[in-house]
Protein backbone atom coordinates (compact mmCIF):
# COMPACT_ATOMS: atom_id res chain seq x y z
CA UNK A 1 0.00 0.00 0.00
CA UNK A 2 1.58 3.38 -0.57
CA UNK A 3 1.32 5.90 1.81
CA UNK A 4 -0.19 9.49 0.95
CA UNK A 5 1.85 12.47 0.49
CA UNK A 6 -0.52 14.12 3.64
CA UNK A 7 2.23 15.08 6.21
CA UNK A 8 0.79 17.52 8.84
CA UNK A 9 3.69 19.19 11.27
CA UNK A 10 1.97 19.86 14.46
CA UNK A 11 4.51 20.79 17.55
CA UNK A 12 7.32 19.12 15.37
CA UNK A 13 5.80 15.87 14.92
CA UNK A 14 5.27 14.23 11.33
CA UNK A 15 2.11 12.26 11.01
CA UNK A 16 1.76 10.24 7.92
CA UNK A 17 -1.58 8.77 6.65
CA UNK A 18 -2.56 6.19 4.73
CA UNK A 19 -5.69 5.67 3.11
CA UNK A 20 -7.27 2.71 5.35
CA UNK A 21 -4.89 3.83 8.65
CA UNK A 22 -2.31 6.05 10.49
CA UNK A 23 0.91 5.82 11.55
CA UNK A 24 2.37 8.41 13.94
CA UNK A 25 4.75 9.80 16.53
CA UNK A 26 4.06 10.81 19.97
CA UNK A 27 5.62 14.29 20.97
CA UNK A 28 2.57 16.00 22.74
CA UNK A 29 3.53 13.70 25.72
CA UNK A 30 0.15 11.84 25.83
CA UNK A 31 1.83 8.68 26.11
CA UNK A 32 -0.24 7.90 22.68
CA UNK A 33 1.52 7.10 19.13
CA UNK A 34 -0.90 9.33 17.58
CA UNK A 35 0.12 12.45 17.38
CA UNK A 36 -2.99 13.74 18.50
CA UNK A 37 -4.62 15.39 21.59
CA UNK A 38 -7.46 13.76 23.51
CA UNK A 39 -10.76 15.06 22.23
CA UNK A 40 -11.53 16.03 26.17
CA UNK A 41 -9.57 18.37 25.16
CA UNK A 42 -11.95 19.93 23.07
CA UNK A 43 -15.37 22.33 24.03
CA UNK A 44 -18.91 21.44 23.49
CA UNK A 45 -18.81 17.67 22.89
CA UNK A 46 -22.09 16.90 21.57
CA UNK A 47 -24.35 13.96 19.91
CA UNK A 48 -26.44 14.86 16.55
CA UNK A 49 -29.33 12.88 15.36
CA UNK A 50 -27.83 9.81 17.10
CA UNK A 51 -24.86 9.64 15.54
CA UNK A 52 -22.80 13.18 14.64
CA UNK A 53 -20.20 14.20 17.18
CA UNK A 54 -20.00 17.28 17.18
CA UNK A 55 -17.18 19.30 19.04
CA UNK A 56 -15.07 22.69 18.51
CA UNK A 57 -11.80 21.67 18.99
CA UNK A 58 -8.07 23.67 19.36
CA UNK A 59 -6.25 23.21 15.81
CA UNK A 60 -2.20 23.18 16.33
CA UNK A 61 -0.54 26.66 16.96
CA UNK A 62 -3.82 28.10 17.11
CA UNK A 63 -5.79 29.98 20.64
CA UNK A 64 -9.15 29.62 18.46
CA UNK A 65 -11.70 26.84 18.31
CA UNK A 66 -13.06 25.16 15.66
CA UNK A 67 -16.26 23.68 14.76
CA UNK A 68 -15.76 19.85 13.66
CA UNK A 69 -17.75 16.76 13.36
CA UNK A 70 -17.46 13.06 12.96
CA UNK A 71 -20.23 10.94 11.83
CA UNK A 72 -19.97 7.86 14.01
CA UNK A 73 -22.28 5.73 11.76
CA UNK A 74 -19.48 5.13 9.35
CA UNK A 75 -16.86 4.19 11.79
CA UNK A 76 -18.65 1.75 14.58
CA UNK A 77 -21.04 -1.11 13.90
CA UNK A 78 -23.67 -3.34 15.83
CA UNK A 79 -21.75 -6.67 16.38
CA UNK A 80 -24.33 -9.09 18.14
CA UNK A 81 -25.53 -6.47 20.74
CA UNK A 82 -22.06 -4.87 21.03
CA UNK A 83 -20.48 -1.63 19.46
CA UNK A 84 -17.34 -2.64 16.93
CA UNK A 85 -14.59 -0.06 15.99
CA UNK A 86 -13.82 0.06 12.19
CA UNK A 87 -17.12 -1.22 11.36
CA UNK A 88 -20.17 0.57 10.04
CA UNK A 89 -23.87 1.41 10.61
CA UNK A 90 -24.69 0.93 14.32
CA UNK A 91 -27.71 3.32 13.98
CA UNK A 92 -30.03 0.85 12.07
CA UNK A 93 -30.11 -1.17 15.23
CA UNK A 94 -29.95 1.07 17.87
CA UNK A 95 -32.24 2.71 20.13
CA UNK A 96 -32.27 5.20 22.81
CA UNK A 97 -28.70 6.51 21.66
CA UNK A 98 -27.16 9.42 23.76
CA UNK A 99 -23.89 10.49 24.50
CA UNK A 100 -22.61 11.06 28.75
CA UNK A 101 -18.98 12.51 28.56
CA UNK A 102 -16.85 11.00 25.53
CA UNK A 103 -19.34 7.59 25.85
CA UNK A 104 -21.50 6.54 23.56
CA UNK A 105 -24.61 4.44 24.92
CA UNK A 106 -27.00 3.05 23.63
CA UNK A 107 -29.79 -0.67 23.10
CA UNK A 108 -28.18 -2.25 20.39
CA UNK A 109 -29.83 -5.72 19.01
CA UNK A 110 -28.40 -8.85 19.04
CA UNK A 111 -28.91 -11.50 16.63
CA UNK A 112 -32.14 -12.09 17.62
CA UNK A 113 -33.70 -8.54 17.34
CA UNK A 114 -33.67 -8.25 21.13
CA UNK A 115 -32.42 -4.41 22.07
CA UNK A 116 -29.12 -4.82 24.91
CA UNK A 117 -27.66 -2.21 26.55
CA UNK A 118 -24.09 -1.15 25.70
CA UNK A 119 -21.46 1.96 25.45
CA UNK A 120 -18.21 2.27 24.05
CA UNK A 121 -15.70 4.85 25.32
CA UNK A 122 -14.81 7.06 22.15
CA UNK A 123 -11.55 8.79 23.71
CA UNK A 124 -10.36 5.03 22.75
CA UNK A 125 -9.90 5.97 19.15
CA UNK A 126 -11.44 9.49 18.28
CA UNK A 127 -9.08 12.64 18.93
CA UNK A 128 -8.52 15.99 18.02
CA UNK A 129 -5.93 16.16 15.07
CA UNK A 130 -5.02 19.62 14.25
CA UNK A 131 -8.44 20.81 15.21
CA UNK A 132 -10.83 17.90 13.68
CA UNK A 133 -12.32 14.95 15.20
CA UNK A 134 -10.28 12.05 13.74
CA UNK A 135 -11.22 7.97 14.02
CA UNK A 136 -7.19 6.96 14.53
CA UNK A 137 -6.91 3.04 13.82
CA UNK A 138 -4.30 1.23 15.88
CA UNK A 139 -0.95 0.09 14.45
CA UNK A 140 -0.97 -3.41 14.18
Not at 48 to 61: E, K
Not at 102 to 120: H, Q, R, S
Request: with cysteine; proline share 4%.
Amino acid sequence: MRLSTLALLCFGAVVFAAPTSKISIDVNGDGDDDGSDSILECKNLQLINGHILSAQCQACFCDEYQETTLDLNQILGNNNAHFEWGSAGFLLTAYNVRLEGTTLKADLEDVFGDPKPDEIDLTERIKNVDGKLTYVVPAP
